[in-house]
């Protein structure tokens, strides 16, 4: 078997140990907190009787480990039960509401690493020059504030200031596309509307970049730091020492090395965009998760509560994954030794 | 400490970052005497003077029920405030007792303590906490606990890893020989050498509590109405964009001027100490 | 008479700080001859290291280097060479040795290709099978067995006398007529330090290189160089052949490295507590060993 593959089995494996751990945390809040699920549903009007059979349904009446037993036979066979919110199955809230948000994280994603990445090198190439300082400013100011400010400064600036932006939805309410992946951008190119997917494209910039600022600041700035870090290695000098074209030495010498504790940072700022979407969403009107997150949060529906967390948890152990998998591409010591370093 | 204030004068980003503290900190204590309309921070309704742009004496604006906005900011402040450092002050030692613990036994203790960090670091921050919220009921005290919950484990994960290098230094393991304790080794030897870090980190991070608190609050899921919120009140006034784009913007700013003031100053102090991030 | 490889004539090197200049070459003259070993020797902080960064071009990039004087490199004043001239020579004409082997290979490419990228400075058109080819050949030479799987390894699946070897190969590949070798091997273990050295003399020798030997080290320099030039902070306090200057070592700070021998040879740096004003003596020049045209 190959080292990669071995990591990659090994990381699924710990990956799923972790989730399982998740379920029972979010399990628990969910069960400990004061106030009854089932009458919470039915709302102050129902019965007694009426609030007794739902909480036999839901195997409230149950001590807590047997309801999680429950749950695991159920999530075995891929059910999250129904939301108490919808009256549908979570599963299927889901698929329908996970497509526009992945897809504004995707772009988000794409937006973080081809404008943060080269920031960062643009600024450890020429550090402590005012391109440096400049490149240090902006990425500060983009961490510094919460995706839900930059989306109504953008809104404010390019929706309405400077109409160049549409304020709010995924797309105009004229095309309509019918759903093969989810993904509009994609979708709009399947049905080969080039309108509708500009369109679309054209909806995404504002709430895709919100999410990307604070993504972009610390892609740059971590990209910077490191990048120096690697400037002062004796390989560095080395390389100088030879002779070696000094964009070559950038880009193979300092570059590349540096990238792997980068990517790391890239992951851990998925994760953050997919709490971050709830954010963005909620400014720009896009119907993704988030609009169906807030509710069930409000209106303490455990079921969806729970299937969400689990969803969005079970994403960012994927990118985990796939960002392992990448630094294990670049890093020769790791793909051979196959130990996670 | 010369040196510290030396570095923290000579670059002008820091200097600023210290400005802008400095100014939030000292709006948050003294709201009492610098907001023109201290009684607004309350349930106060004033038709005459609802929905005003910025102009004398309500430099800010005033909300739609007719409140001061400069006047709720300084008092949002000071409530921003005292969660971030309440949820510090619960979670670094948590966080750190647990890394300590767990980096510096190893074995069993460790693969539980980390896996259980992991745990909850594999749920994103946000999302934890809003689901925390969302099932107490939002008051202060719960988000201050929802934000601790997910905060603590990220301090475990840092000084964790500086307990599993400190723990192969000579002085640790010439504290072994002479037979110190455990405690003593931990707490007296290991520590202080994680202070740096864990300093730097939580200066960065009393930016990003407010952050994510004002995140929790623009959902709803934060501190209640009448209390001045930043978040709240960016939430409400975006329901209102373009016409009355001060009651988004300036709470907005405001938050963006506390975060990037702890962010400049975190930096600053990860050079001074030289630590990485 | 042909010009040597390496001319140092008055060599200032200052650095601009907040605190205004500060000056660590306080003018020094070396020379070395075709074929020549030459070392310079003294403590951490005295210039060696300086010096070698001056010759390769290395410090001239730092903002805020101040340098004058000679600098002439086979009859060429380097220091009135353009840029492009001057980047042309390194990795050509001069080339360098670090410090640490295992740290300087950088360690996300496999030995093979960093070879391959050094024989690219003297032929820009060479193929991976030929540079393979020509490496292992080189690789023979420094006596590392079976040159094909080294070539295909990554620096940290080496030992570091292995990297130490690699780098001295990669060093000569292109035939350079100057080799710089900073504290070559100091972060190995004695042993291994000493086999590499040994190597590396039987190498240069038939290569006919002019190396450059930066050391603090007097019992290694003492193996590898024909010529000792001893610096204290940034001057040069003593000069005479090897063999002259251990049999009768003449100036006092020489005397004092000398007597810190038996520590140097284990391995540690030289420390020599005691800052005495007599270090602070002129220049003494052995005889034959002056510089050429007759300046001290």
């Not at chain 1, 090994?10 to 799923?16: D, H, Q, T």
């Not at chain 2, 594999?122 to 919950?149: C, R």
Request: proline share 6%.
């Amino acid at each position: 078997m190959s080292p990669v593959l071995r990591l990659v089995l090994k990381r699924l494996g710990i990956s799923l140990i972790v989730l399982i751990g998740v379920s029972m945390l979010i399990f628990a809040i969910a069960r400990v907190i004061p106030g009854d699920p089932a009458r919470i549903a039915l709302g102050p009007n129902a019965t007694p009787e009426q609030v007794e059979t739902l909480r036999q349904r839901l195997h409230l009446d149950e001590p807590l480990p047997v309801q999680y037993g429950y749950f695991l036979a159920d999530l075995a066979r891929g059910d999250l039960g129904i939301s108490l919110y919808t009256n549908r199955p979570v599963t299927a809230d889901i698929a329908q509401f996970l497509p526009a948000t992945l897809e504004l994280i995707l772009v988000a994603g794409a937006m973080m690493i081809l404008i943060g990445l080269p920031l960062g090198i643009l600024s450890a190439r020429y550090r402590n020059t005012w391109i440096d300082g400049t490149v240090r400013v902006v990425s500060i100011l983009g961490v510094s504030a919460p995706s839900f400010v930059w989306a109504v400064i953008l809104m404010l600036l390019f929706a309405y200031f400077l109409p160049l932006f549409p304020i709010a939805g995924r797309i105009a309410d004229s095309y309509s596309i019918p759903a093969v992946t989810g993904f509009l951008l994609v979708d709009t190119l399947i049905a080969g509307n080039l309108a509708a997917f500009g369109n679309a494209l054209s909806h995404i910039v504002l709430p895709a970049f919100a999410l990307a600022l604070s993504g972009i600041g610390q892609a740059a700035r971590l990209t910077r730091s490191n990048m120096v870090e690697t400037y002062d290695r004796p390989y560095i000098e080395m390389a100088r020492s030879y002779g070696f074209p000094e964009r070559r030495i950038a880009r193979r010498y300092a570059f590349k090395p540096s990238l792997i504790p980068s990517l790391t940072i890239i992951g851990l700022d998925f994760a953050a965009m997919l709490g971050n979407a709830f954010l963005v969403e909620a400014v720009f009107a896009w119907p993704g998760l988030s609009r169906y997150g807030v509710a069930v949060i409000l209106r303490k529906d455990l079921n969806a509560i729970v299937g969400t967390v689990l969803i969005i948890s079970a994403l960012f152990l994927i990118v985990n994954i796939i960002v392992d998998l990448l630094i294990a591409l670049i890093n020769p010591r790791i793909r051979l030794s196959q130990r996670p370093a | 400490m010369r040196r510290t204030l030396a570095i923290l004068a000579g670059n002008p980003l820091s200097a600023l970052g210290v400005l802008l503290i400095a100014l939030v900190v000292l709006s948050a204590i003294f709201a009492d005497f610098i907001a023109p309309f201290p009684e607004h921070r309350g349930a106060v309704v004033d038709f005459v003077n609802f929905n005003k742009p910025p102009e004398w004496p309500y430099i800010f604006g005033t909300d739609l029920v007719g409140r001061d906005l400069f006047s709720r900011i300084l008092y949002a402040y000071r409530i921003s405030l005292i969660l971030g450092v309440v949820v510090l002050a619960v979670a670094v030692p948590i966080g750190v007792t647990v890394g300590l613990v767990a980096g510096y036994f190893g074995g069993w203790t460790e693969a539980i303590l980390m896996r259980i960090t992991d745990v909850f670091l594999s749920i994103p921050p946000l999302v934890l906490a809003m689901s925390m919220m969302g099932l107490l009921e939002p008051t202060l005290t719960n988000g201050m606990l929802a934000v601790t919950a997910m905060w603590w484990p990220w301090y475990t994960r840092l000084v964790y890893n500086l307990t599993r290098a400190e723990k192969e230094e000579g002085y640790v393991l010439a504290a072994e020989v002479i037979g110190a304790s455990k405690a003593h080794i931990i707490f007296r030897e290991i520590l202080p050498n994680c202070v740096p870090s864990i300093l730097t980190k939580m200066t960065l991070d009393l930016g990003f509590v407010i952050l994510i608190a004002s995140s929790l609050s623009f959902l709803g899921l934060g501190v209640q109405p009448p209390t001045p919120d930043l978040g709240s009140m960016v939430a409400e006034g975006a329901k209102y964009l373009p016409d009355s784009w001060w009651l988004t913007v300036f709470p907005g700013l405001a938050i963006l001027v506390a975060v990037f003031g702890f962010n400049l100053l975190g930096d600053a102090l990860r050079e001074i100490f030289g630590v990485d991030q | 008479m042909t010009a040597p490889t390496l001319l140092i004539r008055d060599l200032h090197l200052g650095f601009k700080t907040y605190g205004g200049l500060v000056e660590v070459l306080h003018g020094i003259s070396l020379h070395i001859g075709q074929g020549e070993r030459v070392a310079l020797v003294g403590e951490s902080g005295s210039g060696k290291s300086v010096t070698a960064r001056l010759v390769i071009g290395l410090l001239q990039m730092m903002r805020g280097a101040r340098v004058s004087g000679l600098l002439q490199f086979e009859g060429r004043n380097l220091e009135k060479l353009s840029a492009a001239e001057r980047h042309a020579l390194r990795g050509t004409r001069m080339s360098m040795i670090f410090q640490d082997p295992t740290s300087s290979l950088n360690p996300i490419y496999t030995v093979g290709a960093q070879f391959q990228e050094v024989l690219r400075r003297a032929a820009p058109a060479i193929d991976r099978a030929a540079a393979m080819e020509k490496a292992a050949r080189l690789l023979d030479e420094v006596l590392i067995p079976d040159p094909a799987r080294v070539l295909a390894s990554y620096p940290f699946q080496l030992s570091g006398g292995m990297n130490q070897r690699v780098m001295i190969a990669m060093a000569l590949a292109n035939e350079p007529s100057l080799l710089i070798a900073d504290e070559p091997g100091t972060a190995l273990d004695v042993t291994v330090q000493a086999q590499t050295l040994r190597l590396m003399r039987d190498v240069v020798e038939r290569h006919g290189t002019s190396v450059l030997f930066i050391s603090h080290n007097l019992g290694v320099v003492r193996e590898f160089a024909d010529r000792v030039y001893v610096i204290y902070k940034g001057r040069i306090v003593e000069q005479a052949r090897t063999a002259d200057l251990f049999e009768n070592p003449r100036h006092p700070y020489t005397q004092a490295l000398m007597r810190a021998i038996p520590r140097v040879t284990g391995g540690g740096l030289p420390e020599i507590e005691e800052e005495s004003e007599r270090f602070l003596e002129p220049l003494v020049v052995h005889e034959g060993c002056g510089e050429p045209g007759g300046m001290a």
